[in-house]
Each structure stands twice: as structure tokens, then as C-alpha cells.
């Protein structure tokens, strides 16, 4: 399964576009969304990634409630920091990753 990222505007199409790039430069890694391709022909412009099961972890950890306990919250930091440190070691900034996800 795949999850679709649109773009609207000729300002979200150069963000999207931006986005792919950054992404295609980028080895897999567990803990990092894949890119899958990106559609350029026609409109609207479209961003194919992996599918994620329990959609993002902002959601997932909203849905999971009080049943989280410390430990499953230092694993989740841990995946965090790992697939930043797999970003940063492929010389894209934090501040690259906090512009592609509207930070």
C-alpha cells in the first residue's frame, strides 16, 4: 500500500518537489518514511511514500492514550533519534526535515 501527498498551488508543487528530492537521497532506513516515486505529469502533482499502518506517530501515540507506559516512550525517542541520526549522516539538516513536514 501506498500512501499520496498532493500539492496545491505552484508554491505546494516546489515544496512537494523539494520534498521528493530530499527524499530520493536518502538510503532506506527503518525508522524513515520511503519514498516510493512521484507523479509530475498532469496535475495535480503527486509524493508516493510507504504506507505507514498506524499513521503517524502523533496520531498513533494520541489513539494509544494513558496505556503507554515510560519504557514504550523511551523506545519510541530512540526510533526518533535514530532515524535522525541516519538524516544527519546523510547531510540532511533538521531543519530540511522540520521544513518538509511544515515545522
Not at 515544496?15 to 505529469?41: C, F, Q, R
Not at 526510533?79 to 533538521?94: K, N, P
Request: aromatic content about 2%; hydrophobic content about 45%; proline content about 2%.
Amino acid at each position: 500500500m501506498v500512501a499520496i501527498k498532493t500539492a496545491k498551488g505552484d508554491a505546494g508543487v516546489d515544496d512537494l518537489l523539494k520534498e521528493a528530492m530530499v527524499m530520493a537521497m536518502i538510503p532506506h532506513h527503518n525508522n524513515l518514511v520511503s519514498l516510493i516515486g512521484v507523479v509530475t505529469s498532469g496535475d495535480p502533482k503527486l509524493l508516493l511514500c510507504a504506507y505507514c499502518d498506524h499513521g503517524s506517530l502523533l496520531s498513533y501515540l494520541e489513539k494509544l492514550g494513558s496505556k503507554t507506559n515510560v519504557a514504550c516512550k523511551l523506545n519510541f525517542a530512540l526510533d526518533v533519534a535514530t532515524g535522525m541520526e541516519h538524516l544527519t549522516s546523510h547531510q540532511v539538516g533538521v531543519h530540511t526535515h522540520a521544513l518538509m513536514n511544515g515545522g
